[in-house]
Structures are given as structure tokens and as C-alpha cells.
């Protein structure tokens, strides 16, 4: 395959946040810049996948060669997710899905008034999970942002989740992780694991899918 490794291979990936809304105007989420995930989806392009990026709200450009679907929340990322899963060959789940949405979104913008208020959240579909629950679903690779126990959490996920790869990152170290320019990451499959030490974004994920390619490779 030379430089392209992943050519004719279908590569379908979630990156950035996803929003859950309060009221019209409010709304919770998180640190995720997607840089790690446009990342993997330009890198991907670049090494022959035809690739989907099923995208939180990022202001990011979209990579030369990449079909893009913008979504907000945890449950647009999934319907999007369901809608193309079944004709793809590999499937990573690099968003920072939020894991609770509201229980009832107000209709209208919710007034301050008493010294403290509740809000009521429920549990949000696991779109990895979901994908990996398929009858026949493409190559299945998870992301895991650990804070401590960084191996232990994600072997555990990969399991429950049963996923064909997990990639782990600490993301208590300054400078990697949420919304930095690089990372590192500990990859686990059921055979085996590699280490791939910090550098940007861009070069770690053309590392990430070689992996994925060889592992999906020798399956
Ligand atoms: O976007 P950046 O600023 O570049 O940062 C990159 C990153 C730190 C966000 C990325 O490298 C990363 O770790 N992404 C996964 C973040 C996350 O939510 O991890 P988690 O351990 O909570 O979730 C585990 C896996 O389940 C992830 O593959 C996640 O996409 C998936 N998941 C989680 C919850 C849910 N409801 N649906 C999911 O699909």
C-alpha cells in the first residue's frame, strides 16, 4: 500500500464537543477544540480512507478530501453516526460526548430568580457502544480520557464497550489532551499495546492509523 495504507477503506469519526442545551441561549459541554479529531480525519484522507467526520460545534477548517456533517448534540452525533455506520470499514470515536443531557430543555430563556437552582440531566446514548453493538460493524476504536489509572480505565472501557482498540490519554498532564496542539497516547487492542510518546496532533494520528491499519491488517 506504500503511502496510503488505508486506500479503499471507508473511515467514519466523531470529533469536538457535543452541546447539550439548557435554554434557548445556555447550554452545557466541554474542552474539546476537535484539533485531535480533524487531525485524524486530515491524516486519514491523506493515507487513502474515504473519509466522514461527523463534527460537534468547531470552528475548524474542514480537511481537503473530508465529507463533513455538523451536529450539536449527543443524540444529532448519534443519529448521524447510525445513518453511516453501516457501509463503513472502520469507525473512531474521538468526540467528548456529553455524557448527561437535560431532563427538559426550557422553551423559552429561564429567569434568575431564586439564590440556587437544579437542573435535572439524564443519561445520554453511548455512541461507541452503540456502533460496537453491531452485527456487522467496521473496526471499532475508542478514545479514553483518563485522569489517573490512565491503562486500568481503558481496558476496562475496551471491554465493556467491546471494542477492536482503545486509545488512552492522560489528560492531567498540562500541554496534552483537551484543546492543546499535542498529545500522547497508549493504544490497546486485545493482542497487544503500543506506547506513542507526545508529539503534535497531526503526527500522532498518521501514527494512530498506522497502527489501526496494521492491527485491522493481521485481525
Ligand atoms: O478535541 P481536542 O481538544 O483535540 O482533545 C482531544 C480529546 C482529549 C477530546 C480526545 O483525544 C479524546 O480523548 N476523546 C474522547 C473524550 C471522551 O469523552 O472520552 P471518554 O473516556 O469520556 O469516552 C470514551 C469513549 O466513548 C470515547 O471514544 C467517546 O467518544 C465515546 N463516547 C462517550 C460517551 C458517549 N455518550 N458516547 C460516546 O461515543
Keep these: 500500500f506504500g503511502d496510503k495504507p ?9 470529533a469536538g464537543p457535543t452541546r447539550e442545551a439548557i435554554d434557548p441561549v445556555r447550554y452545557i459541554s466541554n474542552h474539546s477544540s476537535g484539533k485531535m479529531g480533524f ?37 444529532q452525533m448519534l443519529d448521524a453516526v447510525m445513518a453511516e455506520v453501516a457501509t463503513q470499514d472502520i469507525f473512531i470515536g474521538c468526540a467528548a460526548v456529553a455524557d448527561y443531557r437535560l431532563d427538559k430543555i426550557a422553551e423559552a430563556k429561564i429567569k434568575k430568580s431564586a439564590e440556587s437552582m437544579q437542573l435535572a440531566l439524564v443519561r445520554n446514548p453511548d455512541i461507541l457502544a452503540t456502533v460496537a ?41 498540562s500541554g496534552q489532551g483537551f484543546n492543546a496542539d499535542t ?3 497508549k493504544v ?32
Excluded at 488505508?6 to 466523531?14: A, E, I, M, R, V
Excluded at 463534527?55 to 443524540?75: E, F, M, W, Y
Excluded at 497487544?192 to 491499519?213: F, M, R, S, V
Design 6 to 14: 488505508l486506500k479503499g477503506q471507508k473511515l467514519l469519526l466523531t
Design 133 to 173: 453493538a453491531q452485527d456487522a460493524r467496521p473496526f471499532t476504536v475508542g478514545f479514553a480520557a483518563e485522569t489517573h489509572d490512565v491503562e486500568h480505565y481503558a481496558k476496562d472501557k475496551m471491554q465493556r464497550k467491546k471494542l477492536d482498540m482503545i486509545a488512552a490519554n492522560d489528560v492531567s498532564i
Design 183 to 185: 498529545n500522547a497516547l
Design 39 to 75: 487531525a485524524i480525519a486530515a491524516r486519514a484522507a491523506e493515507m487513502g480512507a474515504e473519509v466522514t467526520l461527523v463534527s460537534g460545534p468547531i470552528n475548524l477548517p474542514t480537511p481537503i478530501g473530508v465529507n463533513r456533517i455538523d451536529v450539536q448534540s449527543a443524540k
Design 188 to 219: 490497546f487492542w486485545p493482542q497487544g499495546c503500543e506506547e506513542l510518546p507526545a508529539t503534535d496532533k497531526y503526527t500522532l494520528a498518521g501514527q494512530l492509523l498506522g497502527l489501526i491499519a496494521r492491527v485491522k491488517e493481521a485481525r
